[in-house]
């Protein structure tokens, strides 16, 4: 069992920065791929970032301006962004699974998630 607690989330200017920390409880945390994702309002849950073992993947639209990483030994998994745009503005959610290099993008497979927290990006 895994409980994940985001922070870091808030109000910033278009073209700010924020970053996200995901603190993760239990033992195995090392072992289960994380990633990011986020959601609009009216808007389905899409994929944002993960890292799967050692690799890192992100989608095309926060590509270079997201960064993920991870700290085991501190059981939390960050990310870090810059250049933020009005369209950046969603919940952000950190998920933990099992999770291959075909299908670190899907939401149904990652079975832990927290509980999101809120960025908004102003124009």
């Known amino acids: 069992q895994v409980q994940l607690v985001e922070s870091g989330g808030g109000l910033v200017q278009a073209g700010g920065s924020l970053r996200l920390s995901c603190a993760g409880s239990?033992?195995?945390?090392?072992?289960?791929?994380m990633a990011w994702f986020r959601q609009a309002p009216g808007k389905e849950r899409e994929f944002v970032a993960a890292?799967?073992?050692?690799?890192?993947y992100y989608s095309d639209s926060v590509k270079g301006r997201f960064t993920i990483s991870r700290d085991n030994a501190k059981n939390t998994v960050y990310l870090q962004m810059n250049s933020l745009r009005p369209e950046d503005t969603a919940v952000y959610y950190c998920?933990?699974?099992?999770?291959?290099?075909?299908?670190?993008?899907?939401?149904?497979?990652?079975?832990?998630w927290g509980q999101g927290t809120q960025v908004t990006v102003s124009s």
């Open positions: 998920a933990a699974g099992v999770v291959s290099y075909n299908n670190y993008y899907t939401p149904q497979q990652y079975a832990y």
């Open positions: 239990g033992r195995t945390f090392s072992s289960y791929a």
């Open positions: 890292v799967v073992f050692s690799r890192t």
